[in-house]
């Protein structure tokens, strides 16, 4: 059971904030809220996590939705290199749970 | 430098061989994965293992093997049984008590002929 749902595609122009949105309704109050991102032919990197309040670091913002049923990922000013398949996840931060991701979103940042 | 090495980059093989994937990591984690990826397509797991000398089926297990002898090693072996083997491969590690970040391979890009 797929626990985010995300949309198949996005394009942002070169230097504007690229705005990626991420629903999970179901999330539990254990579960964090994970991103990650894979350019083409490489392996996924992780980008931010957070359970509740809104995160930054030197990549990305990650603003979470009090409800928690949703969240958004913030790229302040996209370059061609943030072009890649993004993916969102749900997951307690502690524990044994599986490492599972969805088909993510494909941002395509236009020059 | 720590971090999780997956060999070879790409690898051919004929129909009807099995085929072992290495992946080794030197980060000390407990937790290691394995996911298929096609073409366009999202990441499948395949076997997970959360500690040494154990390990889980994941959501495509058929036709895969995997063992988990050492702490630093995942091996993923395809086999024969595996109907339609060609595709990229990705290996995974991950303190499992704190699950802040997972740390990838560069993955393995194998075609079967």
């Known amino acids: 059971d797929a626990k985010t749902t995300q949309p198949p595609s996005m394009d942002c122009a070169e230097g504007r904030a690229a705005n990626l949105p991420c629903n999970h309704s179901?999330?539990?109050?254990?579960?964090?809220v994970y991103w990650y991102r894979q350019i083409h032919s490489q392996g996924p990197q992780y980008i931010i996590h957070g359970l509740k309040n809104n995160e930054t670091n030197e990549m990305a913002s990650l603003i979470i939705t009090e409800d928690r049923k949703s969240s958004t990922l913030i790229l302040p000013h996209a370059t061609l290199r943030d072009t890649a398949v993004y993916y969102c996840?749900?997951?307690?931060?502690?524990?044994?749970?599986?490492?599972?991701f969805g088909t993510g979103t494909r941002l395509t940042i236009i020059p | 430098d720590g971090g999780i090495t997956q060999s070879p980059k790409y690898l051919f093989r004929k129909e009807g061989q099995n085929v072992t994937l290495s992946c080794e990591q030197n980060?000390?984690?407990?937790?290691m994965y394995w996911y298929r990826q096609d073409p366009g397509q999202g990441l499948r797991l395949i076997y997970y293992s959360q500690i040494v000398n154990d390990f889980q089926k994941g959501d495509i297990a058929e036709g895969y093997s995997v063992s988990r002898e050492k702490k630093e090693s995942f091996p993923l072996t395809v086999t024969s049984a595996q109907k339609n083997p060609t595709a990229f491969y990705l290996c995974?590690?991950?303190?499992?008590?704190?699950?802040?970040?997972?740390?990838f391979g560069q993955g393995t890009r194998l075609t079967v002929v």
């Open positions: 980060l000390n984690h407990d937790a």
């Open positions: 179901t999330i539990s109050g254990n579960e964090y």
């Open positions: 996840i749900v997951r307690p931060q502690f524990g044994n749970e599986k490492l599972t």
């Open positions: 995974a590690s991950q303190d499992s008590l704190m699950n802040t970040e997972a740390f």
